[in-house]
């Protein structure tokens, strides 16, 4: 218990203490609570923001789980991710073919890598004129942006650990019979996770990032599209919980994903030189 305490405590004297301090500087008029509203107000829009408005209503038939979850906050969370989850999905399932056949075939590579490298410099925010034009308003753009923000890194990262498989390893499994499939799915895929799972995880951040820009353009719900709804009317303590939940949500997925990682990894001596 106490070896699981430490490293606990540690984690939170940073945020703790600049909490204590940003809440002392707002009551002591250092900062304009309009600008930079304390932490306890900050908290009570966000409790205000996660629950729901209407009082429950045993007779109206509906859970009380349901109920919990019909407030603003939970249903543009929901929003976001599920637009993170779409979007994420169509770019990572675009990227891992391509890039495990770049990494494979010299000819696919020299082929696909020209064009790869013009666009890949591209932000997707630069696309967000061309998205309105060809999809309109609402999730389909927001899907391609998503999918455009998280389809270079799973690319790129897919390429480099194919190319990476050191060659005695293949070299070793052709002298012992194997083909082209079982070479591919015994020994470049398996050598391969590790960066692919590095270019997903990146490819995810990268996909929360993209989603808040797009409901900030193009879609009038979730997380993004409530912070600049906050905006137009000056509710700073509203901004703020919105960017506190994209950080928690960012945080629980980045280690849903470090979990996963280490789940198909445990193999991996770089793994295990880090326990």
Known sequence: ????????????????????????????????????????????????????????????GESR??????????????????????????????????????????????????????????????????????????????YFLISLGAFFPVLMNTIAGVRSVDAIYVRAARNLGAGEGVLFRRVILPAATPYILTGVRVGMGVAFIVVIVAEMIAVNSGLGYRILEAREFLWSDKIIAGMLTIGLAGLGIDLGMNALNRRLLRWHRGIEQGR
């Open 1 to 60: 218990m106490r070896a699981r305490l430490v490293p606990l405590l540690r984690a939170v004297v940073i945020p703790a203490a600049v909490l204590l301090l940003w809440e002392g500087l707002s009551r002591a008029g250092r900062v304009s609570p309009q600008i930079l509203p304390p932490p306890s107000q900050v908290l009570r829009r966000w409790v205000a923001y996660l629950l729901p408005t209407e009082p429950f209503d045993p007779a109206s």
């Open 65 to 142: 789980l349901l109920w919990l979850v019909s407030g603003e906050l939970p249903r543009d969370a929901f929003g976001s991710l599920q637009r993170v989850l779409v979007g994420f999905a169509i770019g990572a399932g675009l990227a891992l073919p391509l890039g495990l056949l770049m990494g494979a075939k010299e000819w696919v590579h020299q082929l696909f890598d020209p064009l790869v490298q013009v666009l890949r410099p591209i932000p997707p925010i630069a696309y967000i004129p061309l998205s309105i034009l060809w999809f309109g308003l609402g999730n389909p753009p927001a």
